[in-house]
């Protein structure tokens, strides 16, 4: 079955931190991973990745994909209280599903 | 360009009952689907339709359906709500041919009692 683990489960950082969240997963058929970010509301769309070894870029927020060891990192540098949120990974594997991770709950600290 | 709208937002029902929720794509957008998320269980995929045929469905009983029309708004009905069908309903809509980039809408909030 496939399968999608983010890591860790919460975390707790100062602003000006730099923080790295992961996602792994366990699938039979890959076609892309997906980063959203979700504030008390709905998940808004990050990245896509589906391209081994290329980083994506957004402002303070990057996204790089390892296919052969099956995971995703996301980084988030010199944090903000605005970046405290949920980040979820997910990915499409067969099918027309997302399939997502249980989430990284991050809070940023003044 | 107007985002992915979904009605209504807050919905309360009794046990037993059946809802119907809807959404509507962003313009253009002809696939939809539809997530459960709930706290212990995240988000979970329920059906995805494209051209008013359901191409994949998730997990769920059968209290759980859905359609699309032909303007690509689509709604999902749950029959027979149980307490555990209490949850934020999700929709989001993607482009057809791009890779499967979804944006999702603001949700409907079911509390059943």
């Known amino acids: 079955e496939d399968k999608v683990v983010q890591s860790p489960l919460s975390l707790v950082v100062h602003e000006g931190d730099t923080v790295t969240l992961n996602c792994s997963y366990e699938v039979t058929n890959f076609r892309s991973l997906l980063w959203y970010k979700q504030e008390k509301k709905a998940p808004t769309f990050l990245f896509m990745l589906t391209s081994s070894g290329i980083e994506k870029k957004s402002g303070r927020l990057s996204s790089i994909l390892d296919k052969k060891e099956l995971f995703s990192i996301l980084n988030i540098t010199a944090t903000q209280t605005g970046d405290s949120a949920v980040y979820l990974c997910?990915?499409?594997?067969?099918?027309?599903?997302?399939?997502f991770g249980k989430g990284t709950s991050l809070l940023v600290t003044p | 360009k107007a985002g992915v709208t979904q009605t209504p937002r807050y919905l309360i029902k009794t046990r037993g009952q059946q809802v119907t929720l809807s959404c509507s794509p962003i313009s253009g957008h002809r696939s939809v689907s539809w997530y459960q998320q709930t706290p212990g269980q995240g988000l979970q995929f329920l059906f995805e339709y494209f051209s008013e045929t359901q191409r994949n469905k998730g997990n769920f009983p059968g209290r759980f359906s859905g359609r699309q029309f032909s303007n690509s708004r689509s709604e999902m009905n749950v029959s027979t709500l149980e307490l555990g069908d209490s949850a934020l309903y999700l929709c989001?809509?993607?482009?057809?041919?791009?890779?499967?980039?979804?944006?999702f809408g603001p949700g409907t909030r079911l509390t059943v009692t």
């Open positions: 997910a990915g499409y594997f067969s099918g027309y599903a997302l399939n």
């Open positions: 989001a809509s993607s482009l057809v041919g791009v890779p499967y980039e979804q944006y």
